[in-house]
C-alpha cells in the first residue's frame, strides 16, 4: 500500500484519533449545554444582580455599584450574625451526623436477625421531607405542653421547659442531625462493607485490640468515605432554610444566610441586590467550609503513622 | 519454636451438619514445615484458620508448645499468618505494616525500628519500607507480608496460600525462598496449598485433605511412592497416576494381556477381600514399550522436551482406559500409532468402593 497523502504514518495515526474522539465527542454536546444553561445561568445572574443597588419595593432604575453590597454585608451586624449561625449549624450538625452516622454503621456492620429490618428503619428520617421533620419535631417532641421530651423529663422530676425558644439554633442542629446521621450511616456503612476481612483478621492475629483496630486500621480506610459525608453534607446543611422556618421561624439566633437572604429580598426588604450577593458569598463560604472541613479530617488522620 | 498438636479437632459451620474439618488427628514438630493440601472445599484453610483462632472449633483441641489455645483469641497465640491476599494495611508504609504487631506489644520504637530492618534486609526490602503496599508489586507486597510475620519472631508460621497471587515464574522462585527462609529461622511452620506440586516441593511432610477429612500425612516421598488410599493417589503428582479399574478374575487383576504381578502383601490382601471391583494404579513413569505388552492406540503426545506424555488407549479386561505414558522426549512416537505397553514398575492396588490401599500399611 502506498499512501499519496504528504502526512507521516504517524500524524496520520493521530488526525485518526482525534476524529474518532470528536465522533465520541459530539452527541454529548447538546446535553452539556443544557446543563451549562440550566446550572450556570442563575449563577450568573445572581452574581450581576450582587453588584446592583435594586429594590424591588420603589420605582427607583437599578444602579450599578459595584461592591458595594458586599463591604456592606460585613458592616451589617445581623448579616454577621446570620453568618456565624451558618457555620456553627452547619459544622456541629454535619461533625455530630458524622459521629452518630459512622457509630450506628459499626454496629449495623455485622450480621443479626432482622438486619434489613433495623436497617430501613435507621434510614427512615432522611427519607422525611424537611418540612414534616421540622413540625414533627417541633410539635411532638419540642413542645412545651404535649411534647415527648418534656414528658421523659417529667417522668424523672424534671421541669417543662420551652426547648424551642430557649435553645433555638440548638433544636435545629438536633433535627438536622437526625435527619442527616442516616446519610451519613449509610455513606460510613459502604465504607466499612468495602473493607478486606482478612485484614481485620490480620490485625487480630497481631495482636491488635478492638480499638487499636478501629483507630489505627478502620479509621484510616474509613477517611475517603468520612470526607466524602462532610463535604456533602456541608454543601447542603449551609442551604437549610425549611427547618428554620418551621421551627422558630428565623427566631433569635437561628438565622443562617440563606433564611437571612431570604427576609432581605422576598421575605420582606425587597433588597434584591444585597440578598444576591449575600448568596453568592453563601456559596464562597460553602467552598471554605467543606475545605475546611476536609483539611482539619485530614490532618487528623494523617499524623496516623507508626 | 513450637510443635502443634490437633486433637480430634472438627469445625461445623453454623447451619450445617458436614463437618468442615472433621476430628484432624495431626502432630506437627518443632521447626517443621507441614503442608496442607487438598482440593478446594477440603477444609485445609478451615483448618489452618482453627490453628490461628479465628474459626472455632467445635470439638476436640489444639494444642500450641503442649498449652490448649482451643479456646484463646488469636492474640494469644503468638502466631504469625501470611493470608492469600497478603492482607496488608493499606494506609501504613511497609515499615509500620511490618512494626505494627510490635506496637501492638507497647515495643519501644527504636527497638520496632530496628527489628523492622533486620527483616527487611533478610527480605529485601530495605528500598522500601517508606511506600505503602499500592505502590508495590505483588512480588513486593508478597515480601511484606512474610516480613510482617517474621519481625513477630513468633511460635509459629501460618500461610494460606501466599504464593497463589504471585505469576507462574515469581511463584517457583519465591517458592524457594521460603523454604529456605523457615529452614534459616527454624520456626515451625503451617503451609495451606491447593498445588500438590508446591506441597511436595515444599514441605517436609504433608497432610492431604479431602471434604475435610485428614486422608494421609507422610513425606512427599512416602506420599508419592505409597499413596494411602484412591484419593491420594490420584491427587499427588502430575501427571496423575493412571487409575484403572478391573474386575478381579480369581485371585489376579488383568491388565492388557497379562495379569498384573502382585507383591506378596498385596495378593494375600487379595485373596483376604470379598470385593469385586479393584482399581489398579500405575503412575505414567511405570509404563513403558515392551514388546510382549498390551497393544494400545496413541491419541495425544505432549512434548515436554526431556520427555514426552502419549495419552494412549488401554484396553483391558471389559472395556478400555485413557492411560498416560511418560517415555523419553527423544522418542518419537505419533497419534494414531498403535504400540505395546507393559507396566514396568510397582502398581497401587485399591479397592474400588472403599478406596482403601491393599497391601502393608504405608505408614509403618
Redesign the interface.
Known sequence: MTSTSTLSRDEQVKALQKKDARRRRIPLLPALIFTIVVTQTPFVFSLYFGFLKWRGNTTAPREWIGFKNYTDAFQNMFFREAAWVSILMTVSAVLLSVIFGTLIALLLDRKFFGQGFVRTLIITPFLVMPVVAGLVWKNQMFSFNFGVINWVLNQVGIESREWVSEFPLWTIVIVLVWQWTPFMMLIMLAGLQGQ?S??L?????????AS?TFF??TL??L?PYLELGVLLGSIYLIQVYDHIFTITGGGPGSTNIPFFVNQRSFGAAFAYGSASAYSILVVIAAILIANFGLRVLSGLLEG??? | MAEVKYEAASRIYPGTTLAAVNKLDLDIADGELLVLVGPSGSGKSTALRMLAGLEFVDQGSIYINGKDVTLSPPQDRDIAMVFQNYALYPQMSVASNMAFALKQQGIPKAERMERVKEAAKILDLEPYLDRKPKNLSGGQRQRVAMGRAIVREPQVFLMDEPLSNLDAKLRVQTRTELVDLQARLGVTTVYVTHDQVEAMTMGHRVAVLDHGVLQQVDTPRRLYSHPANLFVAGFIGSPAMNLIEVDRQGDQLIVGAKPIPLPDDVASDLRASDSKRFVVGVRPEHLALAEDGSPSTVVVVEELGSDAFVHVEMPHEGGSTMVVVRVDGETSIERGHTLNFDVNGPVHIFDAKSGVRLGSDPSM
Open positions: 478486606s482478612s485484614v483478621e490480620a490485625a487480630k492475629v497481631d495482636g491488635a485490640s487499636a489505627q486500621i484510616p480506610h477517611r496516623e503513622e507508626a
